[in-house]
Structure formats: C-alpha cells, structure tokens
C-alpha cells in the first residue's frame, strides 16, 4: 500500500514541477513592462458599469480624469442603483466633458442578466472602437493605466488582458484574498504568453469593437450572472491578436468578511463549469496537485532515506520555481510586493479556495450584494 502513496506522491509532484516549468516560459514570453507613454493618436472608451458604488466611484472618476494619457472618452452606466451613486455621478459629468452618464435601458435588460446588459448599452454609445473596461468599485494603480492599453493596441493587440488586485492589509483574511488574486493572475497571464488565454478579470481589460463583433459576443450566456469576461474571451476567433499586460492592473478592496468572500468566490466559480473540457480539467489537476503537494510530505517518516530524500527534493525544487514564478509575475506587474508573502500563503489561500469551489455545488446562488429580494436580472451582475 505504502508504495501506490509514494508512486502517487512522485507523480504529484512530477507534474507540478513540470506545470511550474511550464507556466515560467509562458511568463517569460510576456514582455517586459516599458513606458507606457504613446504619440498615437489612437482614441479609447472607457465603459463602466456601475451599481451601488457610492463608496468608491468618485476615486474612481478622479483617478480617470488624472490619467496621463488624455484621448479617451468615459461612459457611465447606472445600473439601477438604489445608492447615491447616480447623483455622483451625474454632478461629476456637470463639471467634466470626456465623462457622459447613461442607464440601462430596458430592452438590455430583457435580453441579458447582469452586467451584460449595462455593458452593451454602453457599447451602443460610445465613440470610438477601443474599449477598455473597468468597475466601479476599482482604481488604475497609476496615471499611466490608460496609457498601456493604449500601446498594446498600437502595437496590434486586438485584446489586452490586465489585471484586478486587492489591497492587503495586516488582516489575516484580507492577505489571503489578496494573495489568491496574485496566484490566479500567474496562471492567467502565464496562459496568455503560451497562446492558450482562458481567463481575464472585468476590472481591467480591453477590446476591440472589431473583436467584439466577430466573436459571439453576450449571447451564447446571455442567462448567466457571471463569468462574462472569461466566456468572452473563450469565443474570440483564433485569429484575434490577444495580448497581456500585467501592468495595467486595478486595486478594489477586498471582501468584507469570509462569508462575502464566499458568496463572490462562489460565482465566479459557478461560471468555470462552462469552460472548454480540455481548459476545466488542466485547471483541475492543477488545483488538485497543489492541495497534494505538501500532502506528500507525510510520507517522509514512513519511506526509505532515499525515497525521503526524493520526495523532499522535489517539493523543494518545486516550491523554489513557484517562487520564481510569483517574482516574475509582479516584476511584470510592476509591484513591489515581495513574493515571499504571497509564496507563504499560497497553500492557505488554495485550500480555502478548493474549499469554496466544492461548497459551490451546493449553495444556492445569492442574488448581488446578498439582496434576498432583488428579483430582476440586473441585480446579480456583480464580479
């Protein structure tokens, strides 16, 4: 018996080395962060959809308005919001020209759950044909935020994938969260070096209008509340020059409290089950060795020195290229957050992340923000 563990054990950690190796390369092919500034005269449109942001929309427009790139336009989306969130912004759009504010109009609603339907009332609307997308509960890291999407389309990217970061605290729980968010984005832009892209966060992305257009769009999921942006991804046309750029990342801040951690990760979770099987179950086996990897170090007391000394070597070589990876991960970012931290708390975040994957099998869908009363569609868009 002890030795299926221990053949089981060295395939684990076999096959995370090797999945480690893998995603490195793919970073590697991502290039490296340069200055974003640009002379091209190319034109972008902010599309935001908001509901009940009262709290964080105005850092959100005044962050907008100090971007060093300047030839953009920004289209709000009001959402229904039950908060102060339109008054802000409608007083904002008063004193700011490049700021224009709409509501979702009814026949969107009709036709797609969730934000989708204030994403496409905002497509209707906006001038130009590079879009680049954003919440309302987030803020561009920097001035230059604009400017980097603005010099992967000139550069020929018809799809740029960014990226959605937490804030950290000294919070136990909030560290977690904000480490998990640096583990997925690894896999997620890693992909994207080696040609296969299957994952990218709403809270900083952009695409053509061409894309769009010659993709199926919203409506093959028109019925889902989420996993929008990564179902959209999935449907570009291989010709579709799609691009990564770490750097053009947002900071939100991070769920309240486990339970709102729970309810969000539950979503975005419920949306993977519509993935290609060939992307679910490479994402599998990938989450599943890792929950593995440290599993195997209770074999060491039970096998030969040598067989221990193995083991113990490859969970070790293992650990020292994940580490690499998260370093090369925010190098490319541009964050000076060290990998050690997130490296530390890589099996906490993944086992409760595992944790909630498998609650989601049997927690009934919440409608957004936990409102047990909202009935219509546009309120369960959030994430």
Not at 328 to 355: C, D, F, H
């Amino acid at each position: 018996m002890i030795e299926w563990f221990v053949g089981i054990a060295l395939g684990v950690l076999g096959f995370q080395i090797l999945a480690q190796l893998i995603l490195l390369y793919g970073l590697k092919k991502i290039p490296t962060p340069t200055s974003s500034e640009s002379s091209t005269d190319l034109s972008l449109s902010v599309l935001v959809a908001v509901k009940n942001e009262e709290n964080t929309i105005e850092d959100l427009l005044r962050s907008l308005e100090e971007q060093v790139y300047d030839k953009f336009e920004v289209i709000l989306v009001d959402d229904g919001s039950t908060d102060r969130s339109y008054e802000i912004m409608e007083r904002w759009t008063k004193d700011h020209a490049r700021f224009k504010l709409i509501q979702t109009q009814e026949i969107h609603r009709s036709h797609f759950i969730g934000k989708k339907a204030a994403l496409m009332n905002a497509m209707e609307v906006a001038t130009f044909d590079h879009w680049v997308f954003t919440d309302g509960d987030c803020v561009p890291s920097d001035d230059q935020w604009l400017g980097r999407f603005a010099s992967a389309f000139t550069q020929g990217a018809e799809v740029v994938i960014g990226t959605g970061y937490y804030r950290s605290s000294d919070d136990g729980l909030h560290l977690i969260y904000a480490a998990q968010q640096v583990l997925t984005s690894m896999l997620y832009h890693s992909v994207v070096g080696l040609g296969k892209p299957y994952m990218c966060v709403g809270r900083s992305m952009a695409y053509t209008r061409q894309a769009f257009d010659r993709s199926e769009g919203f409506a093959p999921y028109s019925n889902l509340a989420t996993g929008s942006d990564d179902l959209l991804l999935q449907s570009f046309d291989s010709d579709t020059r799609i691009e990564s750029v770490p750097a053009a990342f947002t900071w939100s801040d991070p769920p309240a409290d486990l339970r709102t951690w729970v309810r969000q990760r539950s979503r975005h979770t419920g949306a993977s089950r519509y993935y290609p099987r060939s992307v679910l179950f490479a994402l599998t086996l990938y989450d599943v060795t890792v929950l593995l990897s440290p599993l195997c170090l209770l074999l060491l007391p039970l096998v030969s020195p040598v067989l221990a000394n193995g083991i113990l070597l490859l969970f070790v070589v293992r650990m020292l290229v994940l580490f690499t990876n998260l370093h090369e991960i925010l190098k490319l970012g541009g964050r000076a957050t060290s990998a050690s931290q997130v490296w530390l708390l890589e099996y906490p975040a993944s086992w409760m992340n595992a944790l909630i994957s498998v609650a989601t099998l049997w927690v009934k869908k919440k409608a957004w923000k936990g409102d047990p009363q909202a009935q219509t569609p546009s309120a369960t868009w959030r994430g």
